[in-house]
């Protein structure tokens, strides 16, 4: 009997599927081309392999480099864009009706059933958390005034990077260092308070778990019957209770805000923008100065050059400070050099088209989820010259910046820009004016990306202290 209701439910369950796939409505419209032919049920779904934004190129490429395709993503349709003019398109004349999110798990249960900044569908809700953020974190005011934060957790990373160096070359890992500048930068930012050891740890361990299931990747989030049969939002679920404990500790700054105005700031908005934070604000960064340290190691001409601009334009008497980042025309192309060549999130955030549109002259339903795979725009040979190379020169022509696209564009780009950009060159203008580099061993680093857009081997460097270190251990003494 129970395998008679299976077999039964089983059918209705694939008709439902099936119907909106291979129904009238789709027919009739022009839709982008694609790379195959759907299989019942998942559609797609199977040929996605990671990371998404090379498979994605590749599907481009079998349809003769076609800048737009779609796919069927079991019950639910994408278009994937790789091209600047659609790109444009999409986030001017059809800004608005591209601006929702596509419900996911993640956003379900991590991101307080859609209601962060992230997740939010495009309304009045997302505009008042867009501007509460904006005037909260992300001013320029703001940001000055954490200014002193920054340049602390800086001198942190300083120190630890001194340690071992001061007679000689010491090999140091990269990534926990850099994890443990980020999340306490983000931390004292929103809480005043710092995490020590242990603490990062496990903070970065669910930072990671969450980004992992994050993005457009996961077939739960497309195939219904799946979150009965697979262990997947269960442990979602979980994630989400640890993660507001971890949040519960750091609302003491947001909460003197809920005093004053208690309907506007409620417990969900303020947790939603910690987690935000958090999850938005330190893989990020971590994942752009391991990828801009990885460069500098492989191509030493470049870090010398880096290194005499900082000699002759601030000399050795004083750190490197924020307002010195703007004479440093060579730093700003090694920052934007990394962004071109490893965006982190390389395909953006998905959106979602409220409507019906057009784009390209094909017809884009409502409820499709689109893709910008900024990734291989940037790696265009029609767009950019030796389009696979480091060179951070191209900036010297300053309209190549307007060509960078890794914060996205239109309403829902990235309002972490501002913060991203001080942090990333403050600290990297500091390791390349304090140590001498070089890599472990003669070769290469490999600069294959692992999933997360992360650098395939975690990154390790030897370093050796310059004189002028002396001077911020001096300051601390
Ligand atoms: C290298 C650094 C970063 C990169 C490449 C990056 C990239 C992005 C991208 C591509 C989007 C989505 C844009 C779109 O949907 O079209 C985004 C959204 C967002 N980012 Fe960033 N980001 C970075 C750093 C940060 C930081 C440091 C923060 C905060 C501390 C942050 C906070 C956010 C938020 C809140 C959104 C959601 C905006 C919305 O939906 O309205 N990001 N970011």
Known sequence: METYFLILSLAIFFFISLKPLFGKRHSKFNLPPSPARPLPLIGHLHLLKQPLHRTFLSFSQSLDSAPIFSLRLGNRLAVVVSSYSI???????????????????????????????????YGDHWRNLRRLSTLEIFSSHKLNG???????????????????????????????????????????????????????????????????YAGAGNATDYIPILRWITSFEKRVQELSRVGSNEATLMMDHLLSLQEIQPNYYTDITLKGIIVVMILAGTETLIGTL???????????????????????????????????IKNLPYLQGIVLETLRLHPVAP???????????????????????????????????????????????????????????????????????????????LALGSMVQCFKWERIGEEYIDTREAPMMRPATPLQAMCKTRPIVHKILDAFA
């Open 87 to 121: 790109a444009e398109e999409c986030f001017t004349e059809n800004d608005i009706v591209l601006a929702n999110r596509p419900e996911s798990i993640v956003g379900k249960y991590i991101e307080y059933n859609f209601t962060t900044v992230t997740s939010a569908p």
């Open 146 to 212: 954490f200014l002193s934060v920054r340049k602390d957790e800086i001198r942190h990373l300083l120190l630890r990077l001194s340690k071992n160096s001061q007679h000689g070359f010491a090999k140091v890992e990269m990534r926990s260092l850099f994890m443990d500048l980020t999340i306490n930068n983000i931390l004292r930012m929103m809480a005043g308070k710092r995490f020590y050891g242990d603490g990062t740890e496990q903070v970065r361990q669910l930072i990671d778990e969450v980004v992992s």
């Open 347 to 425: 395909t953006l955030v998905p959106h979602m088209t409220s409507d019906d549109c057009i784009l390209a002259g094909y017809d884009v339903l409502c409820g499709s989820m689109l893709l910008v795979n900024v990734w291989a725009m940037h790696r265009d040979p029609y767009i950019w010259e030796d389009p696979e190379m480091f060179k951070p020169e191209r900036f010297e022509n300053e309209k190549e910046n307007q060509k960078v696209l890794s914060f996205g564009i239109g309403r829902r780009s990235c309002p972490g820009v501002g913060l991203t950009h001080r942090l990333v060159s």
């Open 290 to 324: 391991e990828w801009a340290m990885l460069n500098l190691l492989n191509h030493p001409e470049v870090l010398t050059k880096a290194r005499t601009e900082i000699d002759t334009k601030i000399g050795f008497d004083r750190l490197i400070d924020e307002q010195d």
